[in-house]
């Protein structure tokens, strides 16, 4: 049985929108109609913990170099 082809998180479109409190985010876009929709699904997922963690462990840093300032 072929695996099936792997989605990544740039192969899905990108699109810039304003946040509430007026920063602005990128959102991965993923076509409900689309016949790959459970894997562009997880794509996008994917990058999106990819992202909060990174920007997790940068609060982290800064708040752990603040303190031993």
């Given at each position: 049985?072929?695996?099936?082809?792997?989605?990544?998180?740039?192969?899905?479109?990108?699109?810039?929108?304003?946040?509430?409190?007026?920063?602005?985010?990128?959102?991965?876009?993923?076509?409900?109609?689309?016949?790959?929709?459970?894997?562009?699904?997880?794509?996008?997922?994917?990058?999106?913990?990819?992202r909060?963690?990174?920007?997790?462990?940068?609060?982290?840093?800064?708040?752990?170099?603040?303190?031993?300032?």
């Open positions: 049985m072929p695996k099936p082809k792997q989605i990544r998180p740039s192969d899905l479109p990108t699109k810039r929108v304003q946040a509430p409190d007026g920063s602005m985010i990128q959102m991965k876009v993923v076509q409900a109609n689309s016949a790959t929709f459970a894997l562009d699904m997880l794509a996008a997922f994917r990058s999106n913990v990819r909060i963690k990174t920007e997790q462990r940068k609060r982290a840093r800064a708040q752990q170099d603040a303190a031993q300032a």
